[in-house]
């Protein structure tokens, strides 16, 4: 069965900061790994989603890594605004879609 | 982008009483859905999997005959939680996808959810 990691589990940043978010799965058998934004109470928004043959995916001043080999991925957020707080999931998919417990990231004016 | 929708977006019930949460796909035919569900700040844990047509396949400790599943066409499933208690008071989201088994690039596009208050 897919478990799904992420670590930290909380993170507190000043703004300004760049930042790195980990997640790690068991199961390398993948067809994507997708890293999603939800908001308090809110739904989830979809971030980046790298297929399983890519290593890499970049939009504005996030960048998300892959390592299907090694069951790794890093989503690199750059120059982190207080806007930018929210909890930040990672999902892994190959027939259905496992989710990690997430960080929760807060951003400090 | 397709989207998905939810109604309600949030519902309060009494205990013992039943709840339907529809989950529609607006723009595109969703020949396998998916009903997740989120306890407080926790992650998102898969309950179910329904392909159009069929039967639902559920999680292992997800318990079919409380939480019915229908997904009877292929913009629209329901998620009823029969005899609801304060335990089942969770967020609950559905996705969908368009294609059935999956394929490497199609997407999951998920709902907004629905956050059920049992008293």
């Known amino acids: 069965k897919q478990e799904v990691t992420q670590i930290p589990a909380a993170l507190s940043v000043p703004e300004g900061e760049n930042l790195v978010l980990n997640c790690s799965f068991t199961?390398?058998?993948?067809?994507?790994l997708q890293w999603f934004r939800q908001d308090p109470g809110k739904g989830l928004t979809s971030l980046l989603l790298?297929?399983?043959?890519?290593r890499e995916q970049t939009s504005g001043r996030l960048n998300a890594s892959l390592d299907k080999s090694s069951g790794r991925s890093t989503l690199y957020i750059a120059a982190s605004q207080p806007g930018d707080s929210a909890t930040y999931l990672c999902?892994?998919?190959?027939?259905?879609?496992?989710f990690g417990a997430g960080t929760r990231l807060t951003v400090k004016p | 982008g397709a989207v998905v929708s939810q109604h309600p977006s949030w519902v309060i019930c009494k205990s013992g009483t039943s709840v339907k949460i529809e989950c529609r796909s607006l723009?595109?035919?969703?020949?396998?859905m998916f009903w997740y569900r989120q306890f407080p700040k926790q992650s998102l844990m898969l309950m179910a999997t329904?392909?159009?047509?069929?039967?639902?396949?559920?999680e292992q400790g997800v318990e079919k005959d409380k939480f019915l599943i229908n997904h009877a066409s292929l913009t629209l499933s329901t998620l009823t939680v029969t005899s609801a208690h304060p335990e089942d008071s969770s967020f609950y989201i559905c996705?969908?996808?368009?294609?059935?088994?999956?394929?490497?690039?199609?997407?999951?596009?998920f709902g907004p959810g629905t956050r059920l208050t049992v008293l």
């Open positions: 996705s969908a996808r368009d294609r059935v088994g999956g394929g490497s690039t199609d997407t999951q596009y």
């Open positions: 790298i297929q399983s043959s890519q």
């Open positions: 199961d390398s058998a993948i067809y994507n």
């Open positions: 999902a892994v998919r190959l027939y259905d879609m496992r």
């Open positions: 723009d595109f035919q969703a020949t396998t």
């Open positions: 329904s392909n159009e047509g069929s039967k639902a396949t559920y």
